[in-house]
């Protein structure tokens, strides 16, 4: 049974970085994506980065490209968001996904969440 645990957020001042981590176990192939969504209050869920686990192709929502970005580190069995010049619009809960590729991303397995909130 796939799980993934997410950890790294929390209360963070406008302008920070910051981290998140999310390590999956129970996989028994390479053939998957994970990535992160953020979910705001009264909102859907969004698409914010992915990464190929194989290769380590990612893919990054546009609007966020040029704070946001994916890694991976395949001994820990861990991806990274990596947010940088944090801004309160940021808030929400970010979840962690593992799918089959990009486009089913969604469908696959899913961790709890963890809470980020950026303060002005």
């Known amino acids: 049974q796939v799980q993934l645990v997410e950890s790294g957020g929390g209360l963070v001042q406008a302008g920070d970085s910051l981290r998140l981590s999310c390590t999956s176990s129970?996989?028994?192939?390479?053939?998957?994506?994970m990535g992160w969504f953020r979910q705001a209050p009264g909102t859907e869920r969004e698409f914010v980065a992915a990464?190929?686990?194989?290769?380590?192709?990612?893919r990054v929502r546009d609007s966020k490209k040029d704070r946001f970005s994916i890694s991976r580190d395949k001994e820990k069995n861990t991806i990274y968001l990596h947010v940088n010049n944090l801004k309160v619009e940021d808030t929400g809960v970010y979840y962690c996904?593992?799918?089959?590729?990009?486009?089913?991303?969604?469908?696959?397995?899913w961790g709890q969440g963890t809470q980020v909130t950026v303060s002005s």
């Open positions: 129970g996989r028994t192939d390479s053939s998957y994506t």
């Open positions: 990464i190929v686990w194989s290769d380590g192709t990612t």
């Open positions: 996904a593992l799918g089959r590729n990009f486009v089913n991303l969604k469908l696959g397995y």
